[in-house]
C-alpha cells in the first residue's frame, strides 16, 4: 500500500504551476475534514478542559513591524482529533508512533445517513458494510473507513450532536457510529488501517464498554472522531490525509484532515 500512496500523490500534483510557488491540483479539488478549534469546540462531557487560546502578542513593535503569537492548550480528545491505539490498549502504538504512510491512504465512505435519522442509537452492521461491496466491490486492505452518519451538519450544538449536554454527565448520550461486528469486520477481515467517523466517538453514545475502540486499537487501528463535510465525498475514489499533531508519548491529538476528490 506504500508504493500505492507514492503513485497516488504525485498523480494528484500533475500540471502543478511553478510560478509564485503554487501547487494547484487538477483534476482534484480539496475538501477540508476538520472542524476549526476555538470556543465552541465539543469535548467529552466529562472533559475538565477545552481548548483556550491565551494572546501573547498583536501589534507593532518596537522595530516597527506587526507580531502576533499566542499559545494554546487543549485535550488531545475533541474536536476532529484522532486516537491513538494506546488510548484503549495498552502496549499499542502512541500518537507519534501512528505510521504516517497509513493516514495517507484510499477513502472508503460508507453512508447510513437515513437509518442514523430514524435511529440517533444506529450502529453500523455486518449487513451495511456487505451492502455497501455489492455496489462498489469490495474494501480494499489499507483503506481509511469514513462513517457518514449525518452528524456533522449538528456541530457544534453540544446538545443535538451528544444528544445530551447535561454537564459532566456521559450516560445519557445518544448518537450513531460503528457496531463491534461491523468493526471487527472492518479491521480484522478488510484489514482496513483506521475508522473515522462524523460523530463524537467510533463507538455509539450509548456505549459504555466501547468495544469498537478496544477491538480497533488491539490491532493499532487508530480512529479519526468528529470528523467534517464527509458529504462532499464519494463513497470511493477520494484520498483521505489525516494527520495529527505529533505529540510525543500522546494517546492522541488535533487531527488537520482533508481528502483529495477527483472532480
Avoid at 173 to 189: C, K, M, N, T, W
Amino acid at each position: 500500500m506504500r508504493h500505492l500512496v507514492t503513485l497516488l500523490l504525485p498523480a494528484v500534483l500533475v500540471g502543478c504551476a511553478s510560478a509564485g510557488g503554487s501547487f494547484p491540483l487538477p483534476p482534484h479539488r480539496v475538501v477540508d475534514l476538520t472542524h476549526s478549534f476555538g470556543p465552541s469546540t465539543l469535548y467529552w462531557p466529562t472533559a475538565t478542559t477545552v481548548f483556550t487560546l491565551q494572546q501573547l502578542s498583536y501589534g507593532m513593535t518596537p522595530g516597527g513591524f506587526f507580531y502576533a503569537a499566542n499559545a494554546f492548550s487543549a485535550p488531545e480528545h475533541g474536536g476532529t482529533h484522532l486516537d491513538a491505539p494506546i488510548h484503549f490498549a495498552a502496549g499499542r502504538q502512541t500518537a507519534d508512533q501512528v505510521p504516517v504512510d497509513r493516514l495517507v491512504r484510499p477513502a472508503v465512505v460508507i453512508d447510513v445517513r437515513e437509518r442514523a435519522a430514524a435511529d440517533p442509537d444506529y450502529r453500523l452492521t455486518v449487513e451495511d458494510v456487505r451492502a455497501f461491496e455489492a455496489r462498489h466491490g469490495t474494501i480494499a486492505p489499507g483503506s481509511i473507513v469514513l462513517l457518514h452518519t449525518g452528524w456533522g451538519r449538528f456541530w457544534p450544538d453540544r446538545k443535538r450532536y451528544f444528544g445530551d449536554d447535561t454537564p459532566g454527565d456521559a450516560s445519557r448520550l445518544h448518537f450513531p457510529s460503528y457496531g463491534e461486528e461491523a468493526a471487527r469486520l472492518l479491521v480484522q477481515d478488510r484489514r482496513v488501517v483506521a475508522l473515522g467517523v462524523d460523530s463524537p466517538s467510533i463507538d455509539y453514545g450509548q456505549s459504555t464498554d466501547f468495544r469498537v475502540h478496544r477491538l480497533a486499537a488491539e490491532a493499532n487501528v487508530p480512529g479519526l472522531e468528529n470528523l467534517a463535510n464527509l458529504d462532499q465525498l464519494p463513497p470511493t475514489g477520494a484520498l483521505a490525509i489525516a494527520l495529527p499533531m505529533k505529540i510525543e508519548n500522546g494517546s492522541g491529538g488535533p487531527l488537520r484532515a482533508i481528502a483529495l476528490v477527483r472532480n
